[in-house]
Structure formats: structure tokens, C-alpha cells
């Protein structure tokens, strides 16, 4: 996978700020085993003003003027402050969607002004999610906020609010994910398919498709990404589980479509499952 060279970026963005020559051979992204690298991860919500994985690659050889509107971008000083506070905790490496992945070959930045952690639902501030900040209603940062040991919460103006250890009691409640799941990860009380997809039942994706793919790493599935099958790629995700696994509870989804023994999205888990 690719990574960015958190060193490698600050330098570039040191030199240019000095207005000194950049060298256009050093390499901000690099390739790097994800299953012995320790990296950060940058889990947000997208904004139009993104930077793609070219711009960061070329930017040291553009014209001044594209450079220029490219790192005034709210995109670019996501990236940058990611690297900085990646680099104060001791990670050479770091992680972003919005860049390490070249989609060539195949909306919005975390919004909590406050400078603490809601602790109560806000529907007035937040009517499309359910009265908590949009990054809680996205379908990627689930497994973002799951996975990692140690998950760092900041808000727009790069203010620390809290951890995932400290903050699990307010985020059960918020996500419905149990507490010691968000402490402990999976190794100790591996959670049922059921219940791993009510999580999901109330987190949307742009891409009808991204309802499935999201959920491959939580439940341990491997399978292509085929953009343009729509629900089919739910109905994958839940054939492959079976293939995989003997895990009854991938059946326990409640009153949906007539017919057949597959769900269409993870929404058919809402409030049906035992485990509730």
C-alpha cells in the first residue's frame, strides 16, 4: 500500500514555505508493507477541496501559481496537519484515502467546532446524522474507529478531544459498539455477523457499492471490488461469509424483501438481531 513519508512531506512543505529549491526526485509517497509498517491513519470526513494522490506526487513540479492553490486547499493542511501531529506521536508513516490511493486505475472534513467532545445528540447542528457529527454516520470510519488500537479524536481546528479508551462509554452510545469491543478490539470476544452489521445499519456511503465493501475488514472477507453492481455487492459480501463461515446469525435480519434468504443492505439488521 501506499504510504506518505511524513518526514519527506514536512521537509517539502519547509523548503517551499522558504521559497528554496525543492528537489523533484524525492519521493513523499511510498510503497510499504502494511502488515510490518507502523502507520497513522487520517479518518475523516471528505471535502470538496481534497488533494487526489497526482497533486501530491507533482507537486513539487508545478508551475508557483497551481502550487500555490493547491496548499491553500483546506484538503492540503488536513494532510499537513495529519503529518505533524503524526510526527509528535512517532509515526514515520501515514495513511489518507484521499491521496494514497491513485483512482486513475480501477464530503465534508470532521465538522465538531466545540473544543470538547459532544456528550449529547445535536439535531439542530446535525440534522442528516442523527444529532451527532457526520464522521459517525459515514460508512468507512466504522472500521476506522474499530480496528485501530488507538484512535485520537480531534476537531476542525486541530484541538485533541479525546481517545477512543477514554471516550468508549459516550461512543457505545453513539455507535452502538460495545465498549469493551472499542478497548479490546476483536481478539478477545469476537462480536457475531448480526451485530457487526446493525453497527452499520445507520452509516451511509456515496457509493451504493461502499455499504459492502466497508464491512469486508470487520468481518474478515475477502472478495473484488466491482463498482457499478450496486446491491449485488451486499448480496457477495453475505455469500462469501457463508462460504466462509458457520456463523448462523447472518440470517437473523428481520422483515425486509419477500423472498430469498439474503438482505439487500445492512439496514435489514437495524434493531432485529437477538443480540438486541
Known amino acids: 500500500m501506499r504510504l506518505i513519508n511524513v518526514e519527506a512531506f514536512l521537509e517539502r512543505e519547509r523548503l517551499i514555505r522558504r521559497g528554496k529549491r525543492v528537489d523533484r526526485r524525492a519521493k513523499v509517497l511510498e510503497f510499504g508493507d502494511d502488515e510490518v509498517t507502523e502507520y497513522a491513519i487520517l479518518s475523516h470526513r471528505w471535502i470538496k477541496q481534497e488533494v487526489d494522490y497526482n497533486e501530491i506526487v507533482e507537486l513539487a513540479k508545478m508551475a508557483k501559481e497551481d502550487r500555490s492553490e493547491i496548499r491553500q486547499r483546506d484538503g492540503y493542511r488536513k494532510i499537513l496537519q495529519s503529518c505533524e501531529q503524526a510526527k509528535k506521536d512517532g509515526y514515520k508513516w501515514l495513511w489518507s484515502d484521499t491521496c494514497c ?12 467546532p466545540d473544543p470538547s467532545f459532544p456528550i449529547a445528540g445535536d439535531y439542530e447542528r446535525y440534522p442528516k446524522s442523527r444529532g451527532w457529527p457526520e464522521w459517525f454516520s459515514r460508512g468507512w470510519t466504522l472500521q476506522e474507529m ?9 476537531n476542525k481546528d486541530w484541538h485533541p478531544i479525546g481517545d477512543k479508551r477514554t471516550l468508549a462509554p459516550i461512543l457505545e452510545y453513539i455507535t452502538r459498539v460495545p465498549k469493551h469491543l472499542l478497548k479490546e478490539g476483536f481478539s478477545s470476544n469476537r462480536p457475531c455477523v448480526a451485530q457487526i452489521m446493525s453497527w452499520a445499519a445507520n452509516r451511509t456511503t456515496t457509493r451504493l457499492e461502499d455499504r459492502a465493501y466497508s464491512l469486508m475488514g470487520l468481518l474478515g472477507v475477502n472478495m473484488p471490488m466491482l463498482y457499478g453492481e450496486g446491491k449485488r455487492a451486499f448480496h457477495r459480501l453475505q455469500l462469501e461469509i457463508i462460504r466462509t463461515s458457520d456463523d448462523q446469525s447472518i440470517f437473523a435480519w428481520g422483515i425486509g424483501r419477500v423472498g430469498g434468504i439474503l438482505a439487500d443492505d445492512p439496514t435489514f439488521f437495524r434493531r432485529r438481531a437477538p443480540f438486541d
Open 146 to 154: 474499530i480496528a485501530p488500537r488507538d484512535v485520537q479524536f480531534f
Open 101 to 112: 490511493i491513485d483512482k486513475r486505475s480501477s464530503a465534508e472534513l470532521h465538522d465538531l
